[in-house]
């Protein structure tokens, strides 16, 4: 696909709780993408829905989703290490099994490791919207992107995309509409309402103090 990176990548300072988990818990929750396409039943021992998330950050939110919902098989990807060394922190303190982890590129994770439709959702969450038009080409959601990800969804899985930049909202707008393997859940050109499933971050919820907007979008593979 593009060579053009959607992410900078960023030595981040780690704390030392952060490392330790980074260090100590990757042989349980992390994966490598040497290692070639996976079987999700084989990786979490079960047939459950699987739900990737691209760039979870911190992790927060990521673990609360998947504390909430213990039925479900979440396989998080992130490239800044303080972000993985977080989440698998978490996930030791509050006992969750249901996460694995990727601390690589979601391009190349998808091409590479994750089987076509094989895959029940994918969440983007507040993606890096590089606001400067010399930058655009630089934002993840493309229509190779988008094709991707169809690609590794069963029909009838979902893409929820959200964003507090509307520019880059009316962006994904246009380049999902345009995809012949998804609808519109919402209806055609229609923002949906932030679904329960998706935690309200600090991010957002300071988002909101300021009077930012949010808009999520979730399309469905058909």
């Known amino acids: 696909m593009r060579p053009v990176r959607s992410f900078v990548r960023r030595a981040g300072r780690m704390t030392a709780g952060q490392r330790q988990a980074l260090e100590l818990g990757w042989a349980r929750w992390g994966l490598d993408s040497a290692d070639g396409m996976i079987d999700p039943a084989a990786v979490f ?9 691209v760039g979870f950050g911190m992790g927060a939110s990521l673990a609360e989703m998947a504390q909430a919902q213990p039925g479900t098989d979440y396989i998080g990807i992130e490239v800044h290490e ?27 994770v998808l091409q590479r490791c ?7 959702g994918v969440q ?26 169809a690609s590794r969804l069963r029909p009838g899985g979902y893409f929820h995309l959200a964003t507090d930049w509307q520019p880059y909202a009316e962006h994904m707008m246009e380049v999902l ?34 009077g930012h907007g949010v808009w999520d979008l979730i399309f469905e593979k058909i």
């Open 45 to 53: 021992g079960r047939v459950a829905p699987t739900i990737v998330e």
């Open 82 to 108: 303080p972000g993985v060394g977080k989440l698998l922190w978490l996930c030791e303190q509050q006992g969750i099994d249901n996460v694995r982890v990727y601390r690589e590129d979601a391009v190349e």
């Open 114 to 120: 994750l089987p076509p439709q094989c895959l029940d």
């Open 124 to 149: 983007l969450y507040f993606p890096d919207p590089w606001p400067k038009k010399k930058h655009h080409k630089r934002r993840l959601l493309q229509d190779d992107f988008a094709a991707l990800v």
């Open 177 to 210: 509409s345009a995809q012949a393997d998804f609808v519109n859940r919402a209806g055609a050109g229609h923002f949906s309402p932030r679904p329960a499933w998706r935690p309200c971050t600090k991010f957002e919820q300071r988002g909101e103090r300021l």
